[in-house]
């Protein structure tokens, strides 16, 4: 089947640690998105990619760090930096390079908690 | 920079019936789309419908349909024989040039029995 898987789940982290979230996709998209969604909110954009080795701050970026090694994968680095991140992430996807006609498809996010 | 306003945080609506729920926006692009999202309690994000802004006909799916009124910047979701299944958080938004999506905050739909 076609889509975008993040792992884990949940995720449980200590104050002072880096985490790395992971997003993957079979779906031959050439762009990736990190978006973050505190409750009751909507989602922000933190770090978007639209093409192998190139990578974007979004509005929210402080804190945050990501890669772009594989066409599939594009993990996210939750930094010790981040004051407050506690919240639920989610990955996208979508087709084409900066095209407007382009959905972004989301995976299934992952909860961070900061314990 | 863009923004999109949901103005009604919580909905409810009668199995079978009718509910329309309201977006507006800003944005300084000449061309860009619109998107309603689901945010079911499973938390995945599911595109409802999408609208084409140098199109008039308003965008249809099924039981989902848009009033896409340009000139306003309004982008409302008409949900006709609501389902149960329907019970969910929807977001309205916006995307620009570079394929940045500006997310409302939501509007959070209950649909009873």
């Known amino acids: 089947d076609g889509g975008i898987t993040q792992s884990p789940k949940y995720l449980f982290r200590k104050e002072g640690q880096n985490v790395t979230l992971s997003c993957e996709q079979n779906?031959?998209?050439?762009?990736m998105y990190w978006y973050r969604q505190d409750p009751g909110q909507g989602l922000r954009l933190i770090y978007y990619?639209?093409?192998?080795?190139?990578?974007q701050k979004g509005d929210i970026a402080e804190g945050y760090s990501v890669s772009r090694e594989k066409k599939e994968s594009f993990p996210l680095t939750v930094t010790s930096a981040q004051k407050n991140p506690t919240a639920f992430y989610l990955c996208?996807?979508?087709?084409?390079?900066?095209?407007?006609?382009?959905?972004?498809?989301f995976g299934p996010g992952t909860r961070l908690t900061v314990l | 920079a863009q923004t999109v306003t949901q103005s009604q945080p919580e909905m409810s609506v009668q199995e079978a019936e009718t509910v329309t729920l309201s977006c507006t926006y800003d944005?300084?692009?000449?061309?860009?789309?619109l998107f309603w999202y689901k945010q079911p309690p499973s938390r995945q994000m599911i595109l409802v419908i999408r609208?084409?802004?140098?199109?008039?006909q308003n965008a249809t799916e099924n039981r989902f349909s848009v009033n896409f009124q340009k000139a306003a910047k309004s982008f409302s979701l008409k949900i006709s024989d609501s389902q149960l299944g329907d019970t969910a958080m929807y977001f309205c938004?916006?995307?620009?040039?570079?394929?940045?999506?500006?997310f409302g905050g939501g509007t959070r739909l209950m649909v009873k029995p």
């Open positions: 938004a916006c995307n620009n040039a570079g394929n940045m999506l500006t």
């Open positions: 944005t300084s692009e000449n061309n860009y789309y």
């Open positions: 779906l031959n998209h050439d762009a």
């Open positions: 990619s639209q093409i192998v080795n190139d990578f």
């Open positions: 609208q084409e802004a140098y199109k008039q």
């Open positions: 996208a996807s979508s087709n084409r390079l900066a095209g407007l006609t382009d959905t972004q498809y």
